[in-house]
């Protein structure tokens, strides 16, 4: 299994920011995905990072709000713009087995927007 | 599109007892995972079942897939309290390649010492 890291662990951050959250892999990936799990509730995708192109976003979610990078294997930053207190959350990056579509998640950031 | 249902939401059980949860896909699946997420911490896979009727034991885990492949279910025995946590089942989006998976809502275990 890869080993993934995210940064920052937490924050608290003013309504109206921008925060920019790193998921680094240890290894190359193919697939990375970026998650939402608001407290006590299940994961909901935000969007599949793909290297060399635009992320490719689910219903509900835009790029303006959630920008996504990934100018490489192992590595990919999501931003919150614009933050709300509705954005507060734990964010997670994961990524999928080779060849499988078994998934590996970070540690998450635990975001407060006040 | 796919939705992934799991029961109970919850379930409060004393050390020792038993315990069950029930993951329905909407659609059939090609495959089930099973993820567990500890208090505070990140979801960690468990297992994952292919085949129909395929069942998996993990010491006092006990996976099953149903025969049409659109159920799923986690038995426990003997819970302890390392067991706590939330237990989710993950199912393929459909599309080939797409490795994307939706997940249940999840099933919150405590277990009284």
């Known amino acids: 299994s890869a080993v993934i890291s995210q940064k920052p662990s937490r924050d608290i951050c003013q309504r109206g920011t921008s925060l920019t959250i790193q998921c680094q892999v240890d290894?190359?990936?193919?697939?990375m995905f970026w998650y939402r799990q608001q407290p006590g509730q299940s994961l909901t995708l935000i969007a599949t990072?793909?290297?060399?192109?635009?992320?490719?976003?689910e219903s509900g979610f835009v790029i303006d709000k959630f920008p996504i990078s990934r100018p490489n294997l192992t590595f990919s930053t999501l931003t919150v713009s614009n933050m709300s207190p509705e954005d507060s959350s734990i964010y997670l990056c994961?990524?999928?087995?080779?060849?499988?579509?078994?998934?590996?998640f970070g540690p998450g950031t635990r975001l407060t927007v006040l | 599109g796919q939705q992934v249902m799991q029961i109970p939401q919850y379930q409060h059980v004393q050390e020792g007892e038993d315990f069950t949860t029930y993951c329905n896909s909407s659609?059939?699946?090609?495959?089930i995972q099973w993820y567990k997420q500890r208090p505070g911490g990140h979801p960690v896979f468990l297992i994952q079942?292919?085949?129909?009727?395929e069942v998996k034991k993990q010491k006092r885990l006990t996976f099953q897939f149903g025969e049409a492949k659109k159920n799923s279910s986690l038995h426990i025995t003997a819970t302890q309290t390392t067991d706590v946590g939330t237990y989710f089942c993950?199912?393929?989006?459909?599309?080939?390649?797409?490795?994307?998976?939706?997940f249940g809502k999840g099933t919150k275990l405590s277990v009284i010492p």
């Open positions: 290894s190359q990936v193919t697939m």
């Open positions: 993950a199912g393929p989006n459909s599309g080939a390649g797409s490795y994307q998976l939706t």
């Open positions: 994961s990524v999928a087995a080779l060849n499988t579509d078994t998934q590996y």
């Open positions: 990072a793909n290297q060399g192109s635009e992320a490719t976003y």
């Open positions: 659609t059939t699946l090609s495959n």
């Open positions: 079942l292919v085949k129909s009727g």
